[in-house]
């Protein structure tokens, strides 16, 4: 009998984060949700609050200074009233709904408001700044007027055509159904390289609608360097284990 992939939050610690807002920091193109995460993370002296353990993840610990993590963890700042979801791993897409799911389902139960989270569009190397001299970088879309229309008014435009993939565009659809405002920004990011400069755009973006998430910029471009190298070993490891699982089943 088929069942659906169950995903458990461990929670850690209560924690208030009210009327706040939740970020979606799992890996997409041009790692610019990793490390943008990380640079909140890191800037706003944040405390893990939970983790998430389910059978879709790699059965791997990730090991940070010196001490275990799971690949799935969820970070708070009480005071800002912010939240995140972070992972270094590349998921398979059966997890996407799920994850995007638990998300969701995480905010309602903490009486977020808003969730944000970032689509990346991958473009050649060579045809980044021709395409930045033709038209903006970094567009926005959110079942939000009010939101849009704010973002609009400092210079933020709609995308207008398109698709959102991913744990993005289920949140999306999701967003009127579970009355949670959701804001996805679509960034051009260098194909097969983490995109700092894209990460950094988005950051500033963020900070339009989200005065509290402060980030450290020159931080983002360290942490961005140490998540570089970090996900060149787990995701390595990780197609390490698949290979060895699929070898003897």
């Given at each position: 009998?088929?069942?659906?992939?169950?995903?458990?939050?461990?929670?850690?610690?209560?924690?208030?984060?009210?009327?706040?807002?939740?970020?979606?920091?799992?890996?997409?193109?041009?790692?610019?949700?990793?490390?943008?995460?990380?640079?909140?993370?890191?800037s706003l002296k944040t405390e893990l609050v939970g983790i998430l353990d389910?059978?879709?993840?790699?059965?791997?610990?990730?090991?940070?200074?010196a001490k275990p993590n799971f690949p799935a963890r969820i970070y708070a700042?009480?005071?800002?009233?912010?939240?995140?979801?972070?992972?270094?791993?590349?998921?398979?897409?059966?997890?996407?709904?799920?994850?995007a799911d638990i998300i969701l389902r995480w905010s309602k139960d903490n009486?977020?408001?808003?969730?944000?989270?970032?689509?990346?569009?991958?473009?050649?190397?060579?045809?980044?700044?021709?395409?930045?001299?033709?038209?903006?970088?970094?567009?926005?879309?959110?079942?939000?007027?009010?939101?849009?229309?704010?973002?609009?008014?400092?210079?933020?435009?709609?995308?207008?055509?398109?698709?959102?993939?991913?744990?993005?565009?289920?949140?999306?659809?999701?967003?009127?159904?579970?009355?949670?405002?959701?804001?996805?920004?679509?960034?051009?990011?260098?194909?097969?390289?983490?995109?700092?400069?894209?990460?950094?755009?988005?950051?500033?973006?963020?900070?339009?609608?989200?005065?509290?998430?402060?980030?450290?910029?020159?931080?983002?471009?360290?942490?961005?360097?140490?998540?570089?190298?970090?996900?060149?070993?787990?995701?390595?490891?990780?197609?390490?284990?698949?290979?060895?699982?699929?070898?003897?089943?």
């Open positions: 009998m088929h069942t659906e992939p169950i995903i458990e939050i461990r929670k850690l610690k209560e924690i208030n984060i009210e009327d706040g807002v939740v970020f979606d920091g799992f890996y997409n193109i041009g790692l610019t949700s990793t490390i943008a995460c990380g640079c909140f993370i890191n389910s059978s879709l993840f790699s059965p791997m610990s990730v090991i940070y200074d700042n009480e005071e800002k009233k912010l939240g995140f979801f972070v992972s270094e791993l590349i998921l398979d897409p059966s997890a996407y709904r799920p994850i009486k977020c408001k808003t969730i944000i989270s970032i689509a990346g569009k991958a473009i050649e190397k060579e045809d980044k700044t021709t395409k930045e001299e033709e038209e903006p970088s970094l567009k926005v879309i959110s079942n939000s007027p009010i939101i849009m229309k704010k973002l609009n008014n400092v210079g933020i435009l709609p995308l207008k055509y398109g698709t959102i993939n991913g744990i993005p565009g289920i949140l999306l659809n999701e967003s009127n159904w579970k009355n949670i405002d959701v804001v996805v920004f679509v960034v051009d990011v260098i194909a097969g390289v983490p995109d700092f400069r894209a990460a950094a755009n988005v950051v500033q973006a963020i900070s339009k609608i989200v005065p509290e998430a402060y980030c450290e910029i020159q931080l983002l471009i360290k942490e961005a360097e140490n998540i570089e190298n970090k996900l060149k070993i787990i995701n390595s490891q990780a197609a390490a284990n698949k290979f060895e699982k699929q070898m003897y089943r």
